[in-house]
């Protein structure tokens, strides 16, 4: 079994223990607190999933950003380099010479 299932069986179990004992801790009913355990963790979960969803982005950064920086151009421009020629994404592939040529 995953490391994450048996956390999550631990934290049900703990759970299930502090309700069983706030209740008094009665004869039987052992599956009940662990089902009402079992709800309180997902809605938690659930919970935290909402807030969170919008901390994460849609998609990966673009090739150009602020977290990546400038490529192409502009890049060689802002390192204050030689002009860097981006080859035509359309332009045919010339093999590589062949040594002896």
């Known amino acids: ?28 009913d052992d599956q009940r607190f662990w089902f009402l355990a079992r709800i309180e963790i997902d809605q938690e979960e659930a919970q935290l999933d909402k807030e969170v969803a919008g901390s994460f982005p849609a998609s990966d950064p673009p090739s150009s950003s602020v977290v990546t920086g400038a490529t192409g151009e502009a890049a060689a421009a802002a390192a204050g380099g030689d002009e860097m020629v981006v080859p035509d994404p359309g332009a045919p592939v010339k093999p590589p010479a062949r040594r002896g040529q």
């Open 1 to 28: 079994m995953s490391d994450e299932y048996e956390l999550l069986q631990q934290r049900i179990r703990e759970r299930a223990h502090r309700l069983w004992e706030e209740s008094g801790s009665p004869e039987g």
